[in-house]
């Protein structure tokens, strides 16, 4: 089920009035594609939050303009707290599109029990399937991922429509043995590391 | 053993000014969970050590800690009862530059609760305000 935002056009752009948008609440957002022109739109932040956290894709559009899009970019302030602009995509349900979407692990490693640590190499992989059946995550049964074994992109559980653009030897998730804590490196008590010169390979001089 | 160049193209460093945030280094990437800096400042490598051995001791082996910052400066200081002059000091300690944004640390393999405790002894050793992140999914 795509998530219903009320769009209203932007007459006004640049950086002023997009601050002068934010300040009021709205998100800046552009949709584009399908050979027509692109759309400067704005969004309630509200909206937005709600479409994130439920990790949507496709959108439905009301208000300004009634469309149906692919969330294609999100764009973050550099701290990851507010959301400054949303591009969109004119998409058709029924088309194939390429998304990234989460893995999610299920079940309790067998490696865990044998002292194991879970590490996933692989937050996020990309598919390809209809724009209307773009899945909120893919899951990797890990039950029976021992000690020292690895999963990859191929053992994932894929619903009906979907393939996979990542390579299926990708790695997902693997068990490794933990390392000691107390564990040291050796020591360079030297303290100062090489200078590389212009000259020659090395020398404990600057130049 | 504390973090710090194998190789350097020279000793020392002028101070720099940290200005904007972090536009590089702000997302968690490896874990699962991390600790991001609010404000600008430098960590000493000794700092990053005591960081991780304090997130170390707590996840202790149940988790994997990774650390996301480097320290690539090296800062100069000249000795006590030195008279003015007779040039730049001798490298004192090595820093790394933290803009605010900058994931400082990430853990991967632990719940959200240990992942918070063990943040918050780590952020105690701290320079720098920080917060705690989860990873953002697309």
Same mark, same amino acid.
């Given at each position: 089920?795509?998530?219903? !935002?009320?769009?209203?056009?932007?007459?006004?752009?640049?950086?002023?009035?997009?601050?002068?948008?934010?300040?009021?609440?709205?998100?800046?957002?552009?949709?584009?594609?399908?050979?027509?022109?692109?759309? $400067?739109?704005?969004?309630?932040?509200?909206?937005?939050?709600?479409?994130?956290?439920?990790?949507?894709?496709?959108?439905?559009?009301?208000?300004?303009?009634?469309?149906?899009?692919?969330?294609?970019?999100?764009?973050?302030?550099?701290?990851?707290?507010?959301?400054?602009?949303?591009?969109?995509?004119?998409?058709? !349900?029924?088309?194939?599109?390429?998304?990234?979407?989460?893995?999610?692990?299920?079940?309790?490693?067998?490696?865990?029990?044998?002292?194991?640590?879970?590490?996933?190499?692989? $937050?996020?992989?990309?598919?390809?399937?209809?724009?209307?059946?773009?899945?909120?995550?893919?899951?990797?049964?890990?039950?029976?991922?021992?000690?020292?074994?690895?999963?990859?992109?191929?053992?994932?559980?894929?619903?009906?429509?979907?393939?996979?653009?990542?390579?299926?030897?990708?790695?997902?998730?693997?068990?490794?043995?933990?390392?000691?804590?107390?564990?040291?490196?050796?020591?360079?008590?030297?303290?100062?590391?090489?200078?590389?010169?212009?000259?020659?390979?090395?020398?404990?001089?600057?130049? | 053993?504390?973090?710090?160049?194998?190789?350097?193209?020279?000793?020392?460093?002028?101070?720099?000014?940290?200005?904007?945030?972090?536009?590089?280094?702000?997302?968690?990437?490896?874990?699962?969970?991390?600790?991001?800096?609010?404000?600008?400042? @430098?960590?000493?490598?000794?700092?990053?050590?005591?960081?991780?051995?304090?997130?170390?001791?707590?996840?202790?082996?149940?988790?994997?800690?990774?650390?996301?910052?480097?320290?690539?400066?090296?800062?100069?200081?000249?000795?006590?009862?030195?008279?003015?002059?007779?040039?730049?000091?001798?490298?004192?300690? @090595?820093?790394?530059?933290?803009?605010?944004?900058?994931?400082?640390?990430?853990?991967?393999?632990?719940?959200?609760?240990?992942?918070?405790?063990?943040?918050?002894?780590?952020?105690?050793?701290?320079?720098?305000?920080?917060?705690?992140?989860?990873?953002?999914?697309?």
């Amino acid at each position: 089920m795509a998530e219903v !935002l009320d769009v209203e056009k932007r007459e006004q752009m640049g950086s002023s009035a997009t601050r002068r948008l934010r300040r009021d609440g709205r998100v800046p957002a552009v949709l584009y594609g399908h050979g027509e022109g692109n759309e $400067h739109l704005s969004i309630p932040a509200a909206q937005v939050k709600t479409l994130l956290r439920h990790r949507s894709k496709t959108v439905e559009l009301a208000g300004a303009v009634k469309e149906t899009a692919l969330v294609s970019i999100v764009q973050w302030d550099p701290l990851g707290i507010e959301v400054l602009h949303l591009d969109l995509i004119r998409v058709n !349900l029924k088309e194939l599109v390429q998304v990234t979407v989460a893995v999610h692990r299920h079940g309790d490693a067998a490696g865990l029990r044998q002292g194991g640590l879970l590490i996933d190499n692989t $937050h996020e992989v990309e598919i390809e399937c209809s724009a209307g059946q773009i899945p909120e995550g893919l899951v990797l049964n890990v039950t029976d991922l021992a000690l020292g074994g690895h999963m990859t992109a191929a053992d994932l559980e894929l619903p009906e429509g979907v393939s996979l653009v990542t390579p299926v030897d990708t790695v997902i998730a693997r068990i490794e043995q933990p390392k000691g804590v107390a564990e040291e490196e050796p020591t360079d008590q030297a303290g100062e590391p090489e200078v590389i010169s212009k000259g020659g390979d090395k020398s404990g001089e600057e130049g | 053993m504390a973090l710090m160049p194998k190789r350097v193209k020279h000793r020392k460093s002028q101070r720099g000014r940290i200005k904007g945030s972090a536009t590089r280094g702000n997302t968690v990437v490896f874990g699962d969970y991390g600790i991001q800096s609010l404000e600008p400042g @430098w960590v000493k490598a000794t700092t990053i050590e005591a960081g991780r051995i304090a997130a170390q001791q707590y996840v202790r082996g149940e988790g994997k800690l990774y650390i996301r910052i480097f320290p690539d400066k090296s800062v100069s200081s000249t000795p006590l009862e030195t008279r003015m002059g007779k040039g730049k000091g001798e490298p004192d300690f @090595w820093a790394a530059v933290v803009k605010p944004g900058t994931i400082l640390y990430e853990l991967g393999g632990v719940t959200e609760q240990q992942a918070k405790v063990c943040f918050a002894r780590l952020a105690s050793k701290l320079p720098v305000k920080v917060r705690f992140v989860e990873r953002r999914y697309a």
